[in-house]
């Protein structure tokens, strides 16, 4: 059953490819909530054609999320997941619509994710259609992660779905080289504003207090907290304050991103702004912390010891297959994985293929990288009992 499993997966190159043109070319941005549901549909129709029982989650005037599950009692527990919206406005996918040239494929989203998506379909649809049930399957795609789900319960729903899984597989892309990822950082980007008293610079300066040197003082302090041992990381990254030169400046704004390895981390460096932002260096100065909540924080994708060991399994079943090493990195930019680790389950970040330049006009996958990483998939789900 391997055999014809991994054979089906090559056999389907050219409608896995198909299918990820389907997508490609239908603009899901977060002004085409439209275009979403439409990608919805086609993942739904997929899934249904494989027995799975298919949900869309509805949010108000939010982009839907989907999920497709089938149950067999008893058996491992998989998850893929991932995200359907992309960063791109609608009009895109007119403008550069899919296309593969010399071995690399084109348009926006294909190499995040919609690639991903794709490649978890077909490696389900060959594992089924091969008669594989030996796997208590999960399917859950959002529709708004390009924006850290500022209005729908996507992130509720990675904690609810992911709980109890035995893998979860999240289908961004890989990286340049095919690796996986382990570990991400979080992320955290408060504004911080100092709110002064202008006067006169010339006339009579001892009447003002200036939020410029207030928020100066306190942007040094914030950066020192920088910890690279922790990994704990603190950046001003915007400073503006003041009108004119010769006014005490009686208003200035600072926007911070703080980047830390685990959520202990995270409550500890929130804690330290605080503490800092208390203290008053200009008398009569108010510095206030604005903090959007969960729009302006990511949790960390914490590297667990049971998702590592997913990662050695993950590496052996690549080595099976005569795959190149695949490697592993820890990196800065945070994704949904960390919410499914949160709760325990091992969870493996960049299954998607191999590709290059996330969010830019010039993203591309490389092609021959599809079918071996469906294939690791396919791997992986079988023989997860050997974990
Ligand atoms: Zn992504």
């Known amino acids: 059953m391997?055999?014809?499993?991994l054979e089906q997966i090559k056999n389907e190159e050219a409608d896995m490819f198909k299918l990820v043109e389907k997508m490609v070319n239908i603009d899901s941005g977060y002004d085409c909530p439209e275009g979403v549901s439409e990608v919805a549909h086609i993942i739904g129709n997929f899934l249904t054609k494989l027995d799975f029982k298919v949900e869309y989650l509805e949010t108000a005037n939010e982009p839907v999320q989907i999920l497709a599950t089938r149950p067999?009692?008893?058996k491992k527990k998989v998850m893929l997941m991932g995200h359907m919206d992309t960063v791109f406005p609608k009009g895109t996918a007119a403008v550069r619509p899919f296309h593969i040239e010399e071995g690399i494929a084109y348009g926006p989203g294909v190499m995040d994710m919609k690639s991903g998506i794709a490649i978890g379909l077909y490696t389900l649809k060959a594992l089924i259609d091969n008669k594989w049930n030996d796997t208590d399957l999960t399917v859950f795609f959002v529709g708004d992660e390009e924006i850290n789900h500022p209005k729908t319960n996507a992130i509720e729903n990675f904690k609810k779905y992911g709980k109890g899984m035995d893998a979860v597989f999240n289908m961004e892309p890989g990286r340049a080289d095919g690796e996986v990822v382990t570990g991400r950082k979080g992320l955290w980007r408060p504004k911080i504003k100092v709110e002064g008293i202008a006067a006169h610079s010339g006339n009579e300066p001892e009447k003002g207090a200036s939020a410029i040197i207030e928020l100066a003082y306190k942007s040094i302090d914030v950066t020192n907290l920088t910890d690279f041992t922790t990994?704990?990381?603190y950046n001003v990254g915007v400073f503006?304050?003041?009108?004119?030169a010769n006014i005490i400046a009686d208003e200035a704004l600072a926007k911070l991103d703080v980047r830390f390895k685990t959520i202990e981390e995270a409550d500890k460096a929130k804690e330290n702004v605080k503490k800092i932002l208390s203290k008053t260096y200009v008398p009569r100065t108010k510095t206030t912390l604005i903090d959007e909540g969960v729009i302006d924080y990511m949790p960390p994708f914490e590297e667990t010891e049971s998702g590592l060991k997913l990662y050695e399994f993950l590496r052996k079943e690549a080595k099976k297959l005569g795959q190149p090493p695949l490697g592993?990195?820890?990196v800065g930019g945070s994704s949904d994985a960390g919410y499914t680790t949160m709760v325990g389950a091992p969870t493996?970040?960049?299954m998607g293929p191999k590709s290059v330049g996330a969010h830019?006009?010039?993203e591309y996958a490389y092609i021959e990288s599809y079918v071996p990483r469906a294939q690791l998939l396919a791997m992986a789900i079988m023989h997860l009992e050997e974990m």
């Open 72 to 74: 067999q009692v008893g």
């Open 360 to 362: 830019s006009n010039n």
């Open 240 to 244: 503006n304050g003041g009108r004119l």
């Open 231 to 233: 990994g704990t990381t």
């Open 328 to 330: 592993r990195l820890y």
């Open 348 to 350: 493996i970040c960049s």
């Open 2 to 5: 391997e055999n014809a499993i």
